[in-house]
């Protein structure tokens, strides 16, 4: 394993923080222990803390992760909020996108605290939970 996963739980969810080597296996193995620990621990709301160093995965890696980790997470989560502090491009709202569309309550934000004030529900404004990355851009 080239990744050391920390978690730290908070009053009203867990906060997982990453670090380690970028690599397809490590992300889905993180996701999965991350899972297994919100069960163990009746926890519904995690904030992902991802800092794993080197080459960002390609968008067909991102696609299988986020489609598989999505099915075998449905049902245990109210809200997840990531944070990829490497993040390059759009490939984070892509990943948020395949999760979305596979019915989990997942959000992408590139600051901690901004994440932290989604998952207390500071900013939400009454409207849902979670929404896809590209709802608010116009369709053709």
Not at 62 to 86: C, P, Q, T, W
């Amino acid at each position: 394993m080239s990744y050391k996963l920390t978690i730290t739980q908070k009053p009203a969810y867990l906060h997982a923080i990453i670090t380690g080597v970028n690599s397809k296996e490590n992300v889905a193995r993180y996701l999965e222990d991350i899972r297994r620990e919100c069960t163990s621990r009746g926890c519904s709301r995690v904030l992902i803390e991802e800092r794993l160093e080197g080459p960002r995965l390609g968008t067909m890696e991102v696609y299988e992760i986020a489609a598989k980790g999505s099915y075998r997470a449905l049902g245990i989560f109210n809200a997840i909020a990531y944070v990829d502090v490497n993040a390059e491009g759009d490939l984070m709202e892509f990943a948020e996108t395949v999760a979305v569309n596979r019915s989990m309550p997942v959000k992408v934000f590139s600051s901690v605290s901004d994440a932290e004030k989604w998952l207390l529900g500071e900013d939400r404004g009454g409207t849902q939970e979670y929404t896809p990355a590209d709802a608010d851009k116009p369709r053709r």
